[in-house]
């Protein structure tokens, strides 16, 4: 979701014809876009949730789970609801294109195509779709810190659990508090709340990998989510953030303040109960008011032991960060 990353448009094509495969490859390869395909309807469901393509290009006549219930599938999920579908259709009959589009896709070609006109269909569609995601990423940008907020949050949860379950990668998830940020506030004021807010988001921003999804969680909380990361791994993340927010210094008045933050984590792989977004949130949270009962500036684990501090597992500050 990220404007100003120059990867191609991606367009998935699920048709239980490979020379019709190979015809679209044909037909959009001059437009610079990434087409991948599936022959059945379920895998086509299965790769557009894990991938997330911009433009789905679905058969009506599938075998098995004809090309409307698969609309239907992609448009009930919150992975897949907002994908632009095109119906591909041998059929010119009112009544089917009326079923399609009452289903959400958003427009049909007719088999045979029509080279120009298939062309341009998509590009229309794409269009559509880059001014949604636009206007989208604006509404999960937290004004304050410019980090994605709690909304992109839980979208983002959801979908990597369904990554996560169907590749068996592991999921981190790590919450952040502010320490003592109600004194901080009261001491030197709110507009001071502000600049740590944003300093510290700053911290978590350059010290994430790439790969991250740095969150403002809401007041003085953040979130980071931690793609195909080990626990192992995602203490180290942790340690080098919490180590980078100690070392930052924040002017306020003649004085010079030392800001700390505590942590709670939990990983999928080492996780029992169901593994829902809502029950990684509660685990992270109870990990990380550990933390603070144990006086803040620490890190604490969920696990299958219960809640523990990271120190039991050694040395934190050296590690895979994969």
């Not at 037909?27 to 790769?47: A, F, H, K, S, W």
């Not at 009452?102 to 569609?125: I, N």
């Not at 709340?193 to 978590?204: F, H, K, R, S, T």
């Not at 604490?300 to 895979?320: K, L, N």
Request: with cysteine; hydrophobic share 35%; glycine share 8%.
């Amino acid at each position: 979701m990220n404007p100003e990353t120059p990867n191609p448009n991606r367009v998935l094509v699920i048709d239980d014809s490979e020379p019709i495969h190979k015809l679209i490859e044909a037909r959009l390869r001059p437009e610079g876009l990434e087409v991948t395909c599936e022959l059945d309807g379920e895998r086509g469901i299965e790769r557009a949730i894990s991938e997330e393509p911009d433009l789905i290009l679905l058969d009506v006549g599938l075998p098995d789970v004809d090309g409307f219930e698969v609309c239907r599938q992609l448009k009930e999920h919150p992975t897949t609801r907002d994908i632009p579908v095109i119906f591909l259709t041998g059929t010119t009959s009112t009544d089917s294109k009326v079923k399609g589009l009452d289903l959400g896709a958003v427009d049909y070609v007719t088999k045979p195509f029509d080279q120009v006109e298939l062309r341009a269909r998509v590009r229309a569609a794409l269009r559509t779709k880059r001014l949604q995601d636009i206007l989208e990423q604006q509404s999960f940008l937290d004004g304050l810190t410019g980090l994605w907020n709690r909304t992109y949050l839980d979208r983002r949860t959801e979908s990597e659990l369904t990554v996560a379950r169907r590749y068996g990668r592991a999921l981190t998830l790590v919450m952040v508090d502010i320490d003592h940020f109600k004194r901080l506030n009261d001491t030197y004021g709110h507009l001071f709340g502000d600049v740590v807010l944003q300093g510290i988001a700053d911290a978590l921003r350059a010290y994430a990998r790439r790969s991250d999804i740095v969150t403002r969680y809401g007041g003085e909380e953040f979130a980071i989510l931690l793609t195909n990361t080990s626990l192992k791994a995602g203490l180290f993340v942790a340690e080098r953030l919490r180590s980078s927010i100690e070392s930052r210094h924040f002017e306020a008045h003649d004085d010079v303040v030392t800001i700390t933050a505590s942590f709670g984590i939990v990983c999928t792989e080492d996780f029992e109960a169901e593994r829902t977004p809502e029950n990684l949130m509660r685990a992270a949270d109870e990990a990380l008011y550990a933390s603070k009962d144990a006086g803040r500036n620490c890190i604490h684990v969920h696990g299958r032991e219960g809640v523990i501090s990271a120190d039991q597992f050694g040395d934190i500050t050296e590690g895979d960060e994969s």
